[in-house]
């Protein structure tokens, strides 16, 4: 029993009876959606809409606890904040009532207060649980804000240069250095132990994130396959590691939002932007790429699964580095000119 697409881009699944020798087609916009219906008219399970009791709220909230032992501790405190805090409008509906006008009146309300990125996520998370609860709804009907393609903020290289001169010798200066010199991330710094380092080689198999009530938690897994990796070390970071005193099992024992605070502090005295160590990494990437480091290998030191990643979200090119390629250029068709014209 399988749908077939129709000219209009919807599916249509038919449905045989054997006993009662009746058939039913069923259309749907998508074919898993077609396929269930008549699945469920085949198997005589359809229930009547006015049976269920549950609001919207009830459902993402059993979506969430169904997930709590698989997701991250960091996905599942982001999903309590959207349900807390961001579905409001429809929270106490009965899903078997929720219709697609009221999903984009919600949308359309939380647009005005929330960025496009993060109304996408609170309307992926409650389409996730109606879909397990088995509410069939055209939810691709449904207009989001559109994501508007913004630049990323990185620092240049004269100002990595600043960063790392001005955090040596201060509580953030092996973070800093990390994040600067290898791209790690936030969660994947925090978890760094000294029993990581051999001296030659950093392990990154652990991340310190927040969980559902806010408390940082250290989790002996990566984000990803791709992100459990080995990083040789070498100059100024081995320089610092190998100096630095030991006096705690973690390399950086302070807070991820610890780090951060005091990183800003340094930042404002000497008037470079408030840098995340986010953007850190991407600074790192870019270093990578501008160097014509492979994409392969630029992906595996990030710990990236795609290097598609690498090359839509990390590059980025320097003011200077414009003004070298403008530069090269224009001396390239000079020199041309000139050839031709002594000729």
């Avoid at 029993?195 to 002996?220: C, E, M, R, T, W």
């Avoid at 990643?309 to 068709?333: C, F, G, N, P, R």
């Amino acid at each position: 029993m399988k749908a077939t697409k129709l000219p209009s881009g919807n599916w249509r699944c038919r449905a045989y009876d054997n006993k009662t020798k009746k058939c039913k087609s069923f259309t749907a916009p998508t074919k898993k959606e077609a396929e269930y219906l008549a699945s469920e008219w085949l198997n005589g399970k359809k229930q009547k809409r006015s049976l269920s009791r549950e609001t919207v709220a009830q459902c993402v909230r059993n979506y969430i606890e169904s997930k709590e032992n698989i997701l991250s501790p960091s996905s599942i405190r982001g999903y309590l904040i959207i349900l807390n805090n961001s579905i409001n409008e429809i929270e106490n509906i009965n899903i078997n009532d929720l219709t697609e006008r009221d999903l984009q009146s919600w949308v359309n309300s939380n647009a005005s207060r929330y960025k496009p990125k993060s109304v996408k996520s609170q309307y992926g998370l409650v389409t996730a649980a109606l879909r397990q609860a088995k509410i069939m709804l055209d939810f691709n009907s449904v207009l989001l804000p559109r994501i508007p393609k913004s630049e990323k903020k990185i620092p240049n290289e004269k100002e990595i240069a600043l960063i790392l001169e001005m955090v040596e010798g201060t509580s953030v200066e092996l973070p800093v250095t990390i994040a600067v010199t290898l791209g790690l991330r936030q969660s994947e710094i925090a978890a760094l132990k000294w029993s990581d380092y051999d001296g030659q080689v950093l392990d990154i198999h652990a991340a310190v994130v927040p969980d559902k009530h806010s408390k940082f938690v250290y989790k002996n897994t990566t984000k990803s396959q791709a992100s459990t990796r080995k990083i040789e070390v070498d100059g100024i970071l081995k320089e610092r590691l190998d100096r630095a005193e030991h006096t705690g099992e973690f390399i950086s024992p302070m807070l991820p939002s610890s780090v951060l605070r005091k990183f800003n502090q340094l930042c404002d005295k000497k008037g470079l932007p408030r840098y995340t160590m986010h953007e850190q990494r991407h600074g790192n990437a870019s270093m990578m790429l501008a160097m014509g480091v492979p994409d392969k290998y630029a992906m595996k030191r990030l710990g990236q699964s795609s290097p598609s990643m690498v090359k839509e979200i990390y590059q980025h090119l320097y003011e200077d580095k414009e003004k070298e390629v403008a530069k090269t250029m224009s001396a390239t068709y000079e020199n041309l000119y000139r050839k031709k014209k002594n000729t």
